[in-house]
């Protein structure tokens, strides 16, 4: 069901952005805006756009953010929009004759702090994962960011949760990330989880320490210390024999302990550079 309504989605966007390609062949100087694009955005740009700066002819009365997402280009990708020596909002309406530099956001992006497109910052780091990089999102729990998934979630949802529950929005997904709803969020360029953990760990400068095995890697609940009486129940004989030290998740209840399978889960972030030797793991199991 999610495919079609992605399908639909892009449809729509075509046909759009069919219109601005119509616009820029035909475009002339008394209605036309320059936009300068930093290079990494122009990676972004839909496909049959290119060049750069790009002359767009005003048709309407647009905001900036709305002819760059028309342009292919999320707003979540944008740092900076400037109109000579002043930076503007993303509801700046240009006028004709005007040039803009739009910029991509330059790591490291810290989400909890104001900035001239997002007045309201996130009161804390937390992330929502897209089914398309959904390997990510046992890799940031298991680093202890807050970070909700769910593989039902569709697009609408998605975005309704980054808006209500403060949350960074991380996907693959384009049209995704230029719902209205979503104020932070990030494209992510990586193919490998491992990589993708370090691509998100560096790009909002979430340089450690990170709270190793305090959240349920399954459901996103912060694990809590149990006594190994309370749960003695539950063990295996070898785990019984050989650990001490357990905690479990309030909401599920599985149990977790310092086993072979935490073992090769530390191992898959030795692959994203972190190392538990390097002191960057508090509050290990
Ligand atoms: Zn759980």
Partial sequence: MRE???YAQSDNLAETNSQHIVTLMNSDKASAITIFL??????????????????YRLQRRASIKDIVESLGIPHTEIGAV????????F???????????????????????PS?????????????????VGRLAALLRLTGF??????RLDDRHIAALAHDDNRVVLTKDRALLKRSKIVFGRLVRAVLPEDQLTETLQFFGLAGPYNLFSRCLRCNRKLTPVTKAAIRHRLEPKTKKYFTSFKTCPDCNR???RGSHCDAMVAKLEKSGLREDSGLFLNCL
């Fill in 146 to 151: 807050d970070t909700a998934y769910g593989n």
């Fill in 91 to 113: 509801g700046f309406i240009p006028e004709p004759g005007q040039r803009l530099q739009v910029s991509e956001i330059t790591p490291p992006f810290d989400v909890t702090r």
């Fill in 4 to 6: 079609t309504l992605r």
């Fill in 116 to 132: 001239k497109l997002r007045p309201a910052p996130l009161p804390a780091v937390r992330f929502i994962v897209d089914v398309n």
């Fill in 255 to 257: 149990i977790y302990w």
């Fill in 82 to 89: 400037r109109v000579g020596n002043l930076t503007t909002d």
């Fill in 38 to 55: 930093s290079e990494r955005l122009q990676d972004l740009l839909r496909h049959g756009l290119n060049g750069n700066p790009i002359e």
